[in-house]
C-alpha cells in the first residue's frame, strides 16, 4: 500500500448487491455491510482496510489508502429474503491529502411473493458521500454521509445516516482502524395485513476497531493477510469479534476464511479471489443458519 498517491486517481466503483442486512427489508442499518466480496469472505473486519472501492463503506478514512485507481461490479444475493439493490459509486483523489466518494443506489424488496399488489414492491433510493483528509504523514480521517428515501403506492419515507473513520498506516505491513457508525436514522419495512409500512428508526450505534496485517508488503509477493476487528453496538452489551485470513497459495489466487461471534452470531465466511495484474475476480458465501446464507460474486479492474 503507497502512503502517497499521485495526483488526480480516478476510482469508479460499481456495486451491485442483493441486501439481507435488513430482517423485512429494512430495521435501519446503514448500507455499509456486506458491500464487497473481499469483505464478505473477511467476516466485515475492514475497519482497517484500504485493498478496494468497499473502503468507502466500511471506514471513510481508508480512501487516502488506496493505491489504483479501479472499476468494481458486485452481485449479492441471499437463498432467505427477496431483496435485491443495485448501485454505483465513484471515487475521485484530487489531492495526494484528500479522497472524495460518491455513490448512488436503487432497492427494491418483494415483501409477498404470492402477492402482485405494486405496494408490496417498496423501492429505497439511496445516495452516499464520503470524504477522507491526511492530517499526518501517516494518519488520515474520514467521514461518510448518506441519504436514503422509501416509497411504494401508499407512503414515502425519508432518512438520513453518517459514519466518521480515522485511519492510521505506519507501514505497508500493518495498518489500524477505528469506525463509529449509526449515527443518524433509518427506514423499516414491515408486512402488514397485505401492505407495507414504511417507518423511520434510529440506526444502532457501533464502535469497530481494528488492525490488519500483510505479509510481505509488497503486493506482487503478498502471501498472507490477517485483518482482525472488535465491534460495540451501543446499545447491546457484549461485543462482536470478527476476523478474516487471506492466504495466496499461487499466483493469482488467494483463499479467504472469516469467522465472527458474539451478541448471538457464531458464523462463518469463505471465499477465494483470482488474482491479475489488472482484474480481480472474488467469492464468497455465508453458510449461515442464523443470518441469511448469501453467494456474492465481485470483478474488479484496477488502472
Request: proline share 4%.
Amino acid at each position: 500500500m503507497k502512503i502517497k498517491l499521485n495526483t488526480g486517481w480516478l476510482m469508479i466503483a460499481t456495486i451491485l448487491t442483493y441486501e439481507v442486512a435488513f430482517p423485512q427489508l429494512g430495521t435501519g442499518n446503514e448500507p455499509s455491510r456486506e458491500i464487497g466480496a473481499r469483505a464478505t469472505a473477511l467476516a466485515g473486519a475492514l475497519a482497517s482496510e484500504a485493498a478496494d472501492a468497499s473502503c468507502m463503506y466500511w471506514n471513510p478514512a481508508a480512501l487516502v489508502g488506496l493505491d489504483k485507481a479501479s472499476v468494481l461490479s458486485d452481485y449479492y444475493r441471499s437463498s432467505a429474503e427477496p431483496l435485491w439493490n443495485e448501485s454505483l459509486s465513484a471515487v475521485f483523489r484530487p489531492t495526494n491529502d484528500d479522497g472524495f466518494g460518491l455513490g448512488l443506489s436503487l432497492g427494491i424488496a418483494r415483501l409477498d411473493n404470492q402477492s402482485t399488489q405494486s405496494d408490496l414492491y417498496p423501492l429505497q433510493y439511496s445516495a452516499d458521500f464520503a470524504y477522507a483528509r491526511v492530517i499526518t504523514s501517516y494518519t488520515s480521517i474520514g467521514v461518510r454521509a448518506g441519504l436514503q428515501y422509501g416509497h411504494n403506492e401508499k407512503s414515502h419515507m425519508l432518512a438520513g445516516s453518517a459514519a466518521v473513520g480515522l485511519f492510521y498506516f505506519p507501514s505497508p505491513e500493518i495498518s489500524y482502524g477505528i469506525v463509529y457508525s449509526g449515527l443518524g436514522t433509518g427506514i423499516s419495512y414491515v408486512l402488514s395485513q397485505q401492505s407495507v409500512v414504511l417507518a423511520q428508526e434510529q440506526l444502532p450505534q457501533a464502535l469497530q476497531i481494528g488492525v490488519s496485517m500483510r505479509f510481505p508488503a509488497l503486493n506482487e509477493s503478498r502471501s498472507l493477510v490477517i485483518s482482525l476487528a472488535n465491534e460495540k453496538i451501543i446499545t447491546e452489551s457484549g461485543l462482536l469479534y470478527e476476523g478474516g485470513i487471506e492466504i495466496f497459495l499461487l499466483r493469482g489466487l488467494a483463499l479467504r476464511i472469516g469467522y465472527m461471534t458474539g451478541l448471538g452470531i457464531s458464523e462463518m465466511r469463505y471465499g477465494f479471489g483470482l488474482i491479475g495484474d489488472k482484474l480481480m475476480v472474488d467469492y464468497a458465501i455465508t453458510p449461515a443458519v442464523q443470518t441469511s446464507r448469501l453467494h456474492q460474486v465481485s470483478v474488479s479492474m484496477a488502472f
